[in-house]
């Protein structure tokens, strides 16, 4: 398995209707190619986790950095695991965070978005943390 968690800036224009597209493009297509994860938005900002093979999720990262909707995409973290994470998350999405959990996702992106060096900790705290912010 494989593992990829990046954000991105939203541009300005962005949509309810171009999330309601993302979303639905993305749960058909990751379904087919055996991709789960989430994804997070904020007011100015996306969050995701894609996991699957390395191949499947280089593929579908790829088509997303080609995608006029977000900018400024950095890789948090892009490593291989033992075993699915997140079996049951079929594309996850966060709706309508309340203000503590829009706090606590700033704090991801203020905390990890620079970080060079994972401890084993920080890894699992910022799935947890990504995780508690979405239904599954
Ligand atoms: C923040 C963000 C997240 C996205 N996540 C996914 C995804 O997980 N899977 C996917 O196939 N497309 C995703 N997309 C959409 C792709 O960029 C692209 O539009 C889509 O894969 C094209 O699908 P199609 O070739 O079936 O039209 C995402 C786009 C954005 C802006």
Redesign the pocket.
């Given at each position: 398995m494989y593992q990829l968690i990046y954000v991105?800036d939203?541009i300005e224009t962005f949509t309810p209707s171009?999330m309601e597209?993302?979303l639905c493009?993305?749960?058909?297509?990751?379904a087919q190619?055996g991709?789960t994860?989430l994804?997070v938005?904020l007011p100015e900002h996306?969050i995701?986790i894609?996991e699957g093979t390395q191949d499947k999720v280089e593929f579908?990262f790829n088509?997303?950095?080609?995608?006029i909707?977000?900018t400024n995409i950095r890789v948090l973290l892009a490593e291989k695991t033992r075993a699915r994470e997140m079996e049951s998350w079929d594309?996850g999405f966060s709706e309508d965070l309340d203000p503590s959990q829009l706090d606590d996702a700033r704090l991801i992106l203020n905390n990890f978005s620079e970080k060079q060096n994972f401890s084993d900790i920080h890894r699992q705290s910022l799935k947890l943390l990504l995780k508690s912010l979405c239904h599954e």
């Open positions: 991105s939203k171009d597209e993302i493009k993305a749960r058909k297509n990751n190619y991709i994860g994804l938005e996306f995701q894609l579908t088509l997303i950095c080609e995608d909707r977000h594309m």
